[in-house]
């Protein structure tokens, strides 16, 4: 038992596999966790589901699982059920079935044509060497130069549809990390909602699944913060309900790397669970429960103990040294 918290202990038995809302219907806060089926889960990916899942326990909410798959050339065979088994033997329990950004091309497509009609947004002909040859460098990144944001050119054809951008500054509060400015059109531009490849954007996508899954909450990586502004504008112009934002410091190896699946990331085993929870708990700066036995009691003692403030006001740091078991 953790001092001055105090909570049932589920026994740890195979009925957990049976997914439960962990609130219902009619939750003010409804949170999500979006994983990839390029890989197998990492540490970085577990400090993100732990985050946005002890946010959302602590608020008595519902957390759903979405498999971020819309780019299905890059989706590995067997990892999205392995992103399931991990997740369920660290006891994650998530509300409803998981839905899939796969299964909603033709929603993405019809939300495209309504940026177009509202002249939101437009065809553009230029490929990624143009943007190279004729942007302006902002950082690692050229901002488009608006070669057909007033119609193509003559010989050009539609190769990605872009949203037109303000030059405004966009300023928003981040619950963890405070306050975030950022002028669209100097340090992004107008930028693509639907690929060349025939797959909408990401950040088209995931602002349509965040409506139409009425998430009210989004508990993320900092490495996302920067595009929340972009998601922001796609919401003012769909007229869609923006979802309180939060971005949790990223993991990064010792090189300064983010750990990702693309940087050979080594995956979660499963044959120890525990470890891997609190050496992610610790990581968010929250105070180690103590005295838990497994994996059910852990998150017993987690929502009680779960403190935002805690959480280091950084967009990254190293990933720790990693308690045995791990």
């Not at 498999?67 to 329990?93: K, M, N, Y």
């Not at 693509?192 to 990586?221: K, M, P, S, W």
């Not at 920067?226 to 007229?239: D, K």
Request: with cysteine; aromatic share 8%; net charge neutral.
């Amino acid at each position: 038992m953790v001092a001055g918290c105090y909570f049932a202990v589920t026994p740890n038995t195979p009925s957990t596999k049976n997914r439960r809302p962990i609130s219902d219907g009619n939750t003010l806060y409804r949170g999500r966790f979006a994983p990839s089926p390029t890989g197998p889960l990492h540490f970085g990916s577990i400090v993100a589901a732990v985050g946005s899942y002890a946010d959302a326990r602590a608020h008595n909410g519902q957390w759903h699982l979405r498999i971020d798959d819309i780019d299905e050339t890059r989706t590995v065979p067997g990892a999205e059920s392995a992103i399931l088994q991990t997740l369920e033997v660290l006891g994650f329990e998530w509300s409803g079935l998981p839905t899939r950004q796969s299964h909603k091309q033709s929603r993405y497509l019809d939300i495209v044509h309504t940026l177009l009609d509202q002249n939101y947004a437009f065809p553009c002909g230029c490929s990624r060497r143009d943007v190279q040859a004729h942007g302006q460098a902002q950082n690692t990144a050229m901002i488009y130069p608006g070669t057909c944001r007033e119609g193509l050119p003559p010989g050009r054809t539609s190769r990605t549809i872009r949203l037109h951008v303000p030059d405004t500054t966009s300023v928003m509060t981040d619950r963890f990390l405070g306050l975030f400015e950022q002028n669209l059109a100097r340090e992004v531009g107008d930028f693509v909602v639907h690929r060349a490849d025939g797959f909408a954007a990401y950040q088209l996508a995931v602002v349509v699944d965040d409506e139409d899954e009425r998430i009210t909450h989004v508990v993320r990586g900092a490495d996302l913060l920067a595009s929340t502004p972009r998601q922001q504008l796609l919401q003012t112009y769909l007229g869609f309900t923006t979802p309180s934002y939060a971005h949790l410091p990223v993991v990064i190896d010792s090189a300064g790397h983010k750990l990702s699946k693309q940087n050979a990331a080594h995956p979660i085993p499963d044959t120890h669970p525990l470890p891997v929870l609190i050496n992610a708990w610790r990581f968010l700066g929250q105070v180690t429960p103590s005295q838990v036995a497994n994996v059910d009691e852990f998150w017993e003692a987690a929502t009680c103990l779960w403190s935002p403030e805690r959480i280091p006001q950084l967009k990254s740091y190293s990933m720790p040294r990693l308690d045995a078991g791990y």
